[in-house]
């Protein structure tokens, strides 16, 4: 080549500098409205930019929140009984957690897992591992939300089988991830259209009346012996045992209904995993953690897991996920296949451990019985008054203060409970409706699974005072909502 033509060609190839028209930049200086301007609406900013993939109950604006309570940017003050779908554990912003996320943002914020040990892990791993639900899940991995730690024992139970399909629950709820969504089978809004998802995924029957098509008050353990005897044809009609690295399940049924798994059922599903060398997996995103009264609603049965799966309220609001096995199934992993860039975030671990000193130190899980005995009482008490609006309820079950209603409408809706409940009358169902009403009472609900159900999901600090308002507001929902019927 010419020295010409190469000097022609290195030009050709040389980046050019482009002239940006001044009014295509995005200055600093040409930001958005501010928050706090008199004008400003927040919530149409949120409606206008946000996502609509994501379904919203209210249109509400939260500003702040203190124990059992969220404040809106309008002033309005809201009794909380989601916990933020379960993670407010201790209400929010519990002056311990935030006092010792507070102090490690001081000490270090970010200490990355596949550089070195975080001494704020190591930390909480010390509280955590002996409280977990059995001696033999003695090793950990921390992620940052449920549907990641779903998925990081989705790869733990292949690669320690070395087998690839996975067993789930009719009516379980396991995140919206392309894979998690394929193993949700509560609802099919979250995998419509987002096709494929992750092949290898069966489900199987949960004892839980509805699903079959019985009465309320179909006993428990027929349900448990159709239950064993579907999951005898699954793997004998559609997943090898031999092909089969997990049976995965929620010990409450959440998205699909509230519904706890009778320690008669787990026993067998470990029965049978035992028999054919499959991992038993237990998510408890949204039951652990005193949710149902004990730390993690495993332990009422005494079935162990081979995996257990934790989020939620481990850290009181703080993004932190894990899974916890046993060492000699964790070590079957090879080094670097599990990480993440936050996994484990220091921050979030200070918080997770405040949160389980807080456990000990308050007895929260005596205030739990407390009031979920008042809870209980009060719906069974409206169940069985014979009024009109107590006559709408179908069933109440749960445990702790993981508690559900169901109601005696048969429609069945696949969409989001949030737009559901947002659609006065459009849904059909009566939870959706119950729920509206509460929010118009400034207290916040929310109803779940493809059945008519509603689910009290309140903070485990709750006082008796607010668990009596709430079942005040609740019971007149209920009756403006049995009046229009």
Not at 123 to 141: K, M, N, Q
Not at 347 to 359: L, T
Request: some cysteine; glycine content about 10%.
């Amino acid at each position: 080549m010419s020295l010409y033509k190469g000097a022609a060609l290195r030009r050709a190839l040389a980046p050019t500098s482009v002239r940006v028209p001044s009014s295509s930049k995005r200055a600093f200086s040409a930001s958005m409205p501010h928050a706090n301007e008199p004008t400003f609406d927040a919530a149409a900013f949120g409606e206008q930019h946000i996502t609509k993939g994501i379904g919203r109950l209210t249109k509400h604006v939260f500003e702040d929140g203190k124990g059992t309570y969220i404040t809106t940017d309008k002033g309005v003050k809201l009794l909380d009984m989601t916990s933020g779908i379960g993670v407010c554990n201790l209400g929010h912003c519990h002056p311990k957690v935030s006092e010792a996320a507070a102090k490690q943002c001081m000490k270090i914020t970010h200490a990355q897992v596949n550089i070195g040990f975080s001494s704020a892990q190591v930390a909480l791993l010390r509280e955590l591992i002996p409280i977990l639900p059995h001696p033999s899940l003695d090793t950990v991995f921390l992620w940052n939300s449920g549907a990641e730690a779903v998925e990081a024992a989705v790869k733990l139970a292949r690669a320690a089988t070395k087998k690839q399909n996975i067993i789930v629950m009719q009516g379980s709820y396991h995140g919206r991830t392309c894979a998690t969504a394929a193993m949700t089978r509560s609802k099919t809004i979250y995998g419509e259209g987002h096709g494929p998802l992750m092949p290898g995924i069966f489900a199987t029957a949960f004892p839980y009346y509805a699903q079959f098509g019985l009465p309320s008050d179909t006993p428990i353990d027929e349900l448990v012996e159709k239950s064993l005897f579907q999951l005898k044809l699954t793997l004998s009609q559609q997943t090898a045992p031999s092909d089969t690295a997990a049976i995965i399940l929620e010990p409450v049924l959440g998205e699909g209904g509230y519904v706890p798994a009778p320690p008669a059922f787990l026993h067998g599903l470990r029965k049978v995993c035992d028999e054919h060398g499959i991992l038993l997996i237990c998510d408890e995103v949204q039951s652990g953690f005193g949710r149902t009264g004990t730390m993690f609603a495993v332990e009422e049965s005494g079935v162990r897991p081979d995996v257990l799966v934790f989020a939620k309220g481990i850290a009181n609001g703080f993004p932190l996920s894990g899974i916890a096995s046993t060492n000699e199934i964790m070590n079957r992993q090879k080094p670097g296949t599990m990480g993440g860039t936050y996994a484990g975030n220091a921050v979030a671990c200070a918080a997770a451990k405040a949160v389980i000193e807080v456990f000990r130190e308050e007895k929260v899980l005596d205030n739990v019985a407390a009031r979920s005995e008042q809870l209980f009482g009060f719906l069974n008490d409206l169940k069985n008054s014979g009024s009109k609006a107590g006559n709408l309820i179908q069933d109440v079950r749960g445990r702790g203060l993981m508690v559900g209603v169901q109601f005696q409408d048969a429609d069945v809706i696949a969409q989001s409970q949030n737009e559901a409940a947002r659609k006065k009358g459009g849904a059909g169902q009566i939870a959706p409706k119950v729920v509206q009403e509460c929010v118009k009472r400034d207290m916040l609900l929310l109803s779940t699974s493809v059945f008519d159900v509603l689910r009290f999901i309140p903070p485990l600090t709750i006082s008796e005072a607010e668990m009596q308002e709430a079942c005040r507001i609740f019971g007149e929902s209920l009756e403006a909502v049995a009046k229009e019927l």
